[in-house]
Nanobody
């Protein structure tokens, strides 16, 4: 069982930056396909970014492409999300997710508790 804890959220002005971290409770982070999701009030949870187990390949939602960068440091059991040029529409609770892969697609296994990101205009 893996516990995931997000941190780094906060209140920033539009155009600012934040760096989110997701710390895993065990030294097995490399076993999982990792991703970030977010959910704004009244909205469905949506995909933000993901990274393969070895960190070679990354994926981004079109809405954040070019502004956000996902990375992982498996030796430190940490997943990161660097968020630049933040917009008010980025306001949401951001969740870290660990997934296995079945038939070529990720299957969600664990979720963090979420960290709030608020971008003011």
């Amino acid at each position: 069982q893996v516990q995931l804890v997000e941190s780094g959220g906060g209140l920033v002005q539009a155009g600012g930056s934040l760096r989110l971290s997701c710390a895993a409770s065990e030294r097995t982070l490399s076993s999982y396909f990792m991703g970030w999701f977010r959910q704004a009030p009244g909205k469905e949870r949506e995909f933000v970014a993901a990274i393969t187990r070895n960190g070679v390949t990354t994926y981004y939602a079109d809405s954040v492409k070019g502004r956000f960068t996902v990375s992982r440091e498996n030796a430190k059991n940490t997943l990161l999300l660097q968020m630049n040029s933040l917009k008010p529409e980025d306001t949401a609770v951001y969740y870290c997710n660990a997934a296995g892969v079945r038939v070529g697609r990720p299957i969600s296994l664990y979720w963090g508790q979420g960290t709030q990101v608020t971008v003011s205009s």
